[in-house]
C-alpha cells in the first residue's frame, strides 16, 4: 500500500509534468514570453542578481523558436550533482547511511574493529581515511553495500531515509533539499529539459528519494556503482551486488557516464565548490557546439547553511577560465532551507 | 542545418508524445476505455490471435486505475531487443558498418590480414568466427571501433546509415524495421510506458536511429560499449573511444545493465529467436512483483523474411518454462515489412 501510494504519487507528479511540458510545447515561444510578460517568477526563492538573470536569460535565448539561440527539445539535457548542489553534505547523508551499515557489520563480526580502513570508520578517525584516500572510501563501500540482492538494500536505505535526521540541522535529510534549486529543476522541466541527477553518491542510494524529492525519476540518476549479477531465489531472477566498483562517478569519469546513460552533452550543467569533482562535468558541459550554462554553487555561507572552499580553489579557477557562472548562495539565494513544517507540504518525501 | 531539422523532427515527435501521454493520463480509465469503445485498433498490423490479444488485455490491465493489475506510470517500462526484434538481422546490419570500417583500417595496415581474427572477418571465414566464438568477435569490434571521438564514430555511422543497403531486400537498413514492433511502441508510449531498447548492439550504434526509427531517444538506449576517457582537443573535452570492451550486453548482462540504466524491472519485455541471448532479460521482467509481460518473436516466416531457430531452442524452451507469448512472425503478423516507399512517410529515417 505505501509503495502503490509512493508511486502514485509519482504518477500524478508526472502527469502534471508531462502536461506542463506539452502545454509549453504547444504554446512554444509564446508560452516562454507569456511567462515574462506576466511577471510571473519562475525563481521566487533567487535574489534578484547575476547568476539569477544568467539562468532565466539562458532558458529563454534556447527556447524562443525565432532565438539565434534556440535548441530543440531533444537536446535540453540538465544535469546536476547531488550532494552540496542539490542538498547539504555536512555530513554526506549517504556516508552516515553507509557508516550506520559498516557499525551492523562490525556488531556481528568484530575482527572488522580491527582491521583498516574498517577501524578508522568505526572510530571516527578522519585523519586516517584523508591520507588513505579514495581507496580506503571504495574499500568501506564494497563491503558496506554488497552480499545483498538490490531489492533488499534498497528497503535498508529507504528505512534510513525515513528516520534520520541531520546531527544539527534536526530534520531529515530528504527536508533538506535547497528550494531555488528545487525551483530551478521545475523552472528547466516545465521548458522541455531533461533533468538528471549526476553525482558521486551511489546510483540505488540516489534512486530512493530522487523522484520524491527532486521530480527525477529512477531512470535519469546516475551515480556511483558496485558490479552486480543476476542469481536465482527459486524460479525467480534477483540482481545481486558484489563487493567490486563498477563506476566511481567523479571527476573525469562524470562526462563518461553522461555520455554512456545521456549520449548528449548537457546543455546545463551544476555542480559546486568542494573538491573539485565537478569541474569536468561542467567542462564537459560548456564543449557542447552552441549555446550551454554551467552553475557553479558556492558554499559561502556560514550564517544559514556552513561556508567552506577548496584547499586548492580548482572549481572557482575553473569558473574564470571557462566562464562557468558562480552562484553564491550567501548573496543569490533568497533561502537556503524551507521553513520547518512546509517541506512535506511542498513536496513528498520518502 | 540537417542536424537542426533532423532534431526538430524529434522535437515533434516527442511534443505529440507527450500530449499523446498527458491526455491518456488525464482520462485515466475513460481514455484507455475509450480506445477500445471506439473500435480502433492500436495494432493494426497484427492479425486477431492469441499474442495479439495477450497484448491487447495486458495494456488494459495494468493502465486501468479501478483494475487490481493496476501499475502507476513510474512502473511502466518497457524494453525492446533490436536486432531480430525490432528490425531484420540477416545480416546484423552494425554486423556490415564494423566489417566496413576493418577493410578501412585494413586497407592503410595491411598486416591485418595476415592476423586472426581479422583475417577471418575481411575473408568472410563465417566458419572460423563461428569456432572462435565471443571472444574474437570482442577482438574484431576493439580494433574497429576504438581511437576516434564519440562524434567522430557517430558522423561515420551516420553516414553509413545513410547510403547502405541491404544485400537482398535492396533497401535501407532503417526501412527494415518490423511495422508491427514501430506499433506497440507507439501504443505503449500512448498508455504512459517508456520504451527502451535493450541489445547486443552498440550503444552509440543504436542511438543514430533509434529517435527517428522507433521514437526511443539517445537517453533510452542500452547496449554493449568500449571504455571511454575524456580528453582535450585545445580547450574542448572530447569522449575518445578506448579498446576495451566496457560491458557486453547479452544474456545475464542485460537485466544487470536494466538495472543499472533503469533502476525498475521492465513490466513488459521483448526479445527474440536466435542464440538464447533475450532469455534472461524476459526472465528479469518475469520477476517482477505484480504484473508483467514477456515477448519472444520467433522468426519462421521464410517467405515475407527468414526463419531460423536456435540450435537448441533455449528461447522457446524457456517461453514455455515461464509463460513468455510467443509471437509467430508468419501468423501474428499481417505485414512484416512496410511496402517501398510507404516507410519515408511514416517515420523519419536518418
Known amino acids: 500500500m505505501r509503495l502503490a501510494a509512493r508511486a502514485e504519487g509519482a504518477a500524478r507528479t508526472a502527469a502534471l509534468a508531462l502536461l506542463a511540458s506539452a502545454s509549453l510545447l504547444l504554446g512554444g515561444p509564446r508560452g516562454a514570453a507569456a511567462q515574462n510578460q506576466n511577471g510571473a517568477d519562475p525563481l521566487p526563492s533567487w535574489n534578484d542578481g547575476a547568476a539569477k538573470r544568467a539562468i532565466i536569460d539562458f532558458v529563454g535565448r534556447v527556447t524562443r523558436s525565432q532565438s539565434a539561440d534556440f535548441v530543440p527539445v531533444a537536446e535540453r539535457i540538465a544535469t546536476f550533482a547531488n550532494d552540496g548542489t542539490l542538498w547539504q553534505e555536512k555530513p554526506v547523508a549517504e556516508g552516515v547511511f553507509a557508516l550506520g551499515r559498516l557499525r551492523e557489520l562490525a556488531s556481528r563480526d568484530p575482527s572488522l574493529r580491527q582491521r583498516q580502513p574498517f577501524k578508522a570508520a568505526l572510530e571516527g578517525d578522519v585523519a586516517y581515511l584523508r591520507d588513505a584516500g579514495v581507496a580506503a572510501v571504495l574499500e568501506l563501500l564494497k563491503v558496506a553495500y554488497a552480499g545483498v540482492t538490490q531489492e533488499r538494500f534498497t528497503g535498508e536505505a529507504r528505512a534510513f531515509l525515513d528516520t534520520a535526521r541531520h546531527p544539527t540541522l534536526a530534520r531529515r535529510y530528504t527536508e533538506l533539499a535547497y528550494p ?40 535519469q540518476v546516475i551515480g556511483s556503482e558496485l558490479k552486480r549479477e543476476t542469481r536465482f531465489e527459486g524460479p525467480r531472477m534477483v540482481i545481486w551486488r558484489l563487493p567490486e566498483i563498477e563506476t566511481l562517478d567523479d571527476e573525469h569519469m562524470k562526462p563518461v557516464n553522461i555520455d554512456r546513460h545521456i549520449g548528449v552533452r548537457p546543455l546545463l550543467a551544476a555542480g559546486n565548490v568542494r573538491s573539485g569533482g565537478d569541474v569536468a562535468q561542467l567542462q564537459y558541459s560548456r564543449g557542447r557546439a552552441g549555446p550551454s550554462l554551467q552553475l557553479l554553487i558556492n558554499h559561502d555561507d556560514a550564517t544559514r547553511e556552513f561556508a567552506y572552499m577548496e584547499r586548492d580553489s580548482a572549481s572557482l579557477k575553473a569558473a574564470r577560465t571557462y566562464g562557468f557562472v558562480v552562484v553564491s548562495m550567501r548573496r543569490d539565494w533568497k533561502t537556503v532551507f524551507a521553513p520547518p513544517g512546509t517541506v512535506a507540504r511542498q513536496r513528498r518525501v520518502p
Open 180 to 219: 531555488p534549486m528545487l525551483e530551478l529543476l521545475a523552472y528547466l522541466r516545465a521548458y522541455g529539459f531533461r533533468t538528471w541527477l549526476c553525482s558521486g553518491g551511489t546510483t540505488d542510494f540516489m534512486r530512493i528519494f530522487s523522484q520524491d524529492v527532486y521530480g527525477i525519476p529512477a531512470e
